[in-house]
């Protein structure tokens, strides 16, 4: 049974910073590609970050890069999504999500690829 428990969201002031983490049970994390997805009130959730089993490759939406740095740590099943220079429009429910498959080639930025989701923690960032 995999679960994934995000933690570390909170409210904070534009230009501040949070970092959300993701710790994960069941199966072997470091086998599958990880990402993390938000959902703004009265939006479909969208793609953040993506990083591969490794951590040798990452991904990211244009509006995060160079603001969110996403990371891993395999020895403690948990992943981690560094946000800096957070700004209101970031106000919204992150979800990080396994991908389905260990066997997975390329990062995903597509919610079908993931099979595995957490419960949301809720960052919000006032201006």
């Known amino acids: 049974q995999v679960q994934l428990v995000e933690s570390g969201g909170g409210l904070v002031q534009a230009g501040g910073s949070l970092r959300p983490s993701c710790a994960a049970s069941?199966?072997?994390?470091?086998?599958?590609?990880m990402g993390w997805f938000r959902q703004a009130p009265g939006k479909e959730r969208e793609f953040v970050a993506a990083?591969?089993?490794?951590?040798?490759?990452?991904d990211y939406t244009d509006s995060v890069k160079g603001r969110f740095t996403i990371s891993r740590d395999n020895a403690k099943n948990t992943v981690y999504l560094q946000m800096n220079s957070l700004k209101p429009e970031d106000t919204a429910v992150y979800y990080c999500?396994?991908?389905?498959?260990?066997?997975?080639?390329?990062?995903?930025?597509?919610?079908?690829?993931?099979?595995?989701w957490g419960q949301g923690t809720q960052v919000t960032v006032s201006s």
């Open positions: 999500a396994r991908d389905r498959s260990p066997f997975r080639t390329s990062l995903s930025v597509i919610p079908e690829a993931y099979g595995y």
């Open positions: 069941g199966r072997t994390l470091s086998m599958y590609y």
């Open positions: 990083i591969t089993g490794s951590g040798s490759n990452t």
